[in-house]
C-alpha cells in the first residue's frame, strides 16, 4: 500500500491529540484532586462514588442523630442527679423535723426550707435543653410543671403528656430517648399505691407547719420520711434506665465512626488521586507530547517542502 503525505499527516495528528488529551487528562487530576472529570471517564466507578457518597451522607446522618440523643441523655441525667439532691435534703429535713421535741421556730425554719426545694424541684422538672422542656413527652414547646396556684400553691400540675420521643440511631433502628415527667416525678410506693414527689413536699411543708387541715402532722412527718425514700430509690432507678441508654449510645457513636471513617477511606480512593502518582504521570505524559510534536515536526517539514516544490 503506497503511503501518502495525507495518511503520515492525518497519523502525526491523531497521535498528537491523543497525547494532548491524556496530558490534559492528567493536568486536570492535579488541579483538581479528582480521578475522573466527567461520568464517561469511567462509569462504574462514577457508581461506586455516588453509592459511597450516599451511603457516607446517611452514616454522618445517624452519627449526628446519636449525639443528639446523647446530649440528650446527658442533661436529663443532669436534672436526675439534681432531683434526688432536692428529694435527699428533704429527707434529712423530715428526718430533722419528726423530733417532737424540736422548738417551733425551727420546725417552721425546716418548713421554709422544704417550701423552698419544693421551688427548686418545680424548675429541675423544667429543665430545657436545645430550647425543648425534657420531661413534657412529646409536647417539648409547652412548660410542663406549674403551681396550681402561683400565690398559695397546693400541689403542681402536670401539663406534658406520656409520648416517647423516638430517635432513630441508625437504619431502621429507633432509640426512646426521654423520660416523661409523669415517669419520673410518680411512682408506685410498696403499698401499690401511686404517689406524686411534689405532694409528699407539700404534705410534708404543712405537717411541719402544724397546718389545721392535718390531723396528725406527726405521722404525716413518719409517712413522708418512708415515700422520700421511696422516691429516692425511684430515681436512682431512672438514672440507671438513662445511663444504659448512654452508654449504648457511647459504644453505638464509636462504631459508627469508625464505619464512616472507612467508607470514607473508600470514597477517597474511588475518587481521590494518588498526588505522587499523578505528579509522576504528568511529567510523563508532557515528555510523550512533547516527542511527538518533535517527531510531528520532522515528518511534517518534507511534506511541507514537497508541497511547495
Known amino acids: 500500500m503506497r503511503i501518502t503525505n495525507r495518511m503520515l499527516v492525518d497519523n502525526?495528528?491523531?497521535n498528537l491529540n491523543r497525547n494532548l488529551a491524556q496530558l490534559q487528562k492528567t493536568q486536570y487530576q492535579q488541579s483538581s484532586g479528582k480521578k475522573v472529570?466527567?461520568?464517561s471517564d469511567d462509569p462504574i466507578r462514577v457508581t461506586q462514588a455516588l453509592y459511597m457518597r450516599s451511603a457516607l451522607s446517611e452514616q454522618q446522618q445517624h452519627i449526628k442523630n446519636m449525639k443528639d440523643a446523647k446530649s440528650w441523655l446527658d442533661a436529663t441525667d443532669t436534672a436526675l442527679m439534681n432531683a434526688g439532691?432536692?428529694?435527699?435534703?428533704a429527707y434529712e429535713l423530715a428526718v430533722g423535723g419528726a423530733n417532737d421535741t424540736l422548738p417551733e421556730d425551727a420546725r417552721r425554719a425546716i418548713a421554709d426550707e422544704i417550701d423552698q426545694l419544693i421551688d427548686h424541684l418545680v424548675q429541675v422538672a423544667n429543665t430545657s435543653h436545645?430550647?425543648?422542656y425534657i420531661f413534657a413527652g412529646s409536647r417539648t414547646a409547652d412548660i410542663?410543671?406549674?403551681y396550681d396556684d402561683p400565690s398559695n400553691p397546693t400541689t403542681v400540675n402536670y401539663n406534658g403528656n406520656s409520648n416517647n420521643l423516638d430517635w432513630e440511631v441508625s437504619p431502621g433502628v429507633t432509640m426512646t430517648v426521654n423520660l416523661t415527667?409523669?415517669?419520673?416525678f410518680n411512682f408506685v410506693d410498696k403499698n401499690g399505691d401511686l404517689v406524686n414527689v411534689f405532694d409528699i413536699l407539700f404534705d410534708l411543708r404543712d405537717a411541719l407547719y402544724h397546718d389545721p387541715g392535718i390531723s396528725e402532722p406527726s405521722q404525716v412527718i413518719q409517712t413522708s420520711i418512708t415515700k422520700l425514700q421511696e422516691a429516692l430509690d425511684h430515681n436512682l432507678?431512672?438514672?440507671s434506665i438513662?445511663?444504659?441508654k448512654s452508654r449504648r449510645m457511647e459504644l453505638a457513636i464509636a462504631r459508627a465512626e469508625e464505619a464512616e471513617i472507612n467508607s470514607t477511606e473508600i470514597l477517597s480512593n474511588l475518587e481521590d488521586i494518588d498526588i505522587a502518582e499523578v505528579n509522576m504521570m504528568l511529567s510523563m505524559h508532557s515528555y510523550v507530547y512533547q516527542a511527538a510534536l518533535m517527531t510531528g515536526v520532522k515528518v511534517l517539514q518534507p511534506s511541507l517542502l514537497d508541497f511547495l516544490k
Open 144 to 146: 410542663p410543671f406549674e
Open 237 to 239: 432507678s431512672q438514672r
Open 37 to 39: 472529570s466527567r461520568p
Open 85 to 89: 439532691e432536692i428529694i435527699h435534703r
Open 130 to 132: 436545645t430550647g425543648r
Open 181 to 184: 415527667g409523669e415517669n419520673v
Open 242 to 244: 438513662v445511663g444504659a
Open 12 to 14: 502525526v495528528l491523531r
